[in-house]
């Protein structure tokens, strides 16, 4: 083991009803800690004794964001397993299928490369609604912007950095494509990427949309607020960003419908692709 090796997290959600990690393939040991997070706030804790569980969290829960903010509680307070002592926390929503050989793999080739946010592909017969995170063949690790809160993986510092600000997006939406890219630039860790070399598959359809949660806002409302709070730290932090981060990032919409300027410029990277895909062709 390398001296200055730091474990990570793996954390899973669980409704405390079917049995726990039952959407992921016990097939090797987990070169990670996993953290079992029932959002009942009620399971009993001898229903997953047989399995290698290192931390549990037990709360009540309505939506992704709600079950973030509670992690970061759990580790804010924690002074036997201080934030500090974890490189990586990946987040994953009960829905997500992987294998613990696969999150190995991540966390491996996450390490390799000095990602700072990554997430596995996703696969073409599973949910999904950003088509730059759906598996491309023969690709190991492409950079982007963000990625989706289904199933991230943050640098353990990012992810205690972006904790006061988990309370306004109870859906979680926002927090993926608007803060944490917001928060890698002040914190200079921007190495985003799509582990390709990976594939999970999300089987759920998405049910956040339009739901009005406990503090009376919907989903729309909690990612305009993420927003808003992001134009503030950027005020705050204005030599850190750039134009690009604004036409990008910032003032991308996703509420509704991709706007037309960013289906125009998938036009030039797509006759790209066709190109080189023509070339490979030729070569068979």
Avoid at 89 to 103: A, K, P, Q, R, T
Avoid at 228 to 235: D, M
Wanted: proline share 5%.
């Amino acid at each position: 083991m390398e001296p200055n090796y730091k474990p990570s997290i793996v954390a899973v959600t669980w409704d405390g009803v079917a049995p726990a990690l039952s959407h992921i393939f016990q097939d090797v040991p987990p070169q990670f800690e996993i953290l079992l997070f029932d959002n009942t706030g009620k399971a009993d804790k001898a229903l997953f004794a047989h399995l290698p569980i290192t931390h549990f969290i037990s709360h009540k829960t309505e939506c992704k964001g709600d079950i973030i903010e509670h992690i970061y509680y759990y580790f804010q307070n924690n002074t036997t397993n201080p934030p500090a002592n974890y490189k990586y926390i990946g987040i994953i929503d009960d829905d997500v299928y992987f294998s613990v050989s696969d999150l190995n793999k991540l966390l491996f080739l996450a390490n390799l490369q000095d990602l700072e946010v990554f997430q596995a592909k996703l696969s073409h017969d599973g949910v999904n609604s950003h088509r730059q995170l759906v598996h491309k063949a023969g690709v190991i690790i492409q950079e982007t912007l963000w990625v989706e809160i289904m199933a991230p993986f943050y640098d353990m510092e990012i992810f205690m950095a972006a904790g006061p600000y988990y309370q306004h997006s109870i859906s979680g939406q926002g927090i993926d494509v608007y803060l944490i890219p917001t928060l890698q630039r002040i914190l200079k860790k921007n190495k985003t990427a799509v582990v390709h070399a990976v594939q999970m598959k999300h089987r759920r359809p998405f049910r956040t949309d339009f739901r009005r949660f406990v503090n009376g806002k919907d989903n729309l409302t909690e990612i305009n607020d993420i927003k808003n709070i992001c134009y503030q730290l950027v005020s705050e932090h204005k030599e850190l960003f750039d134009q690009a981060f604004f036409d990008n990032v910032l003032d991308i919409k996703y509420i509704r419908a991709i706007p037309l300027k960013k289906k125009l410029k998938r036009i030039k990277p797509m006759l790209k692709n066709l190109y080189s895909l023509i070339v490979d062709a030729s070569y068979r």
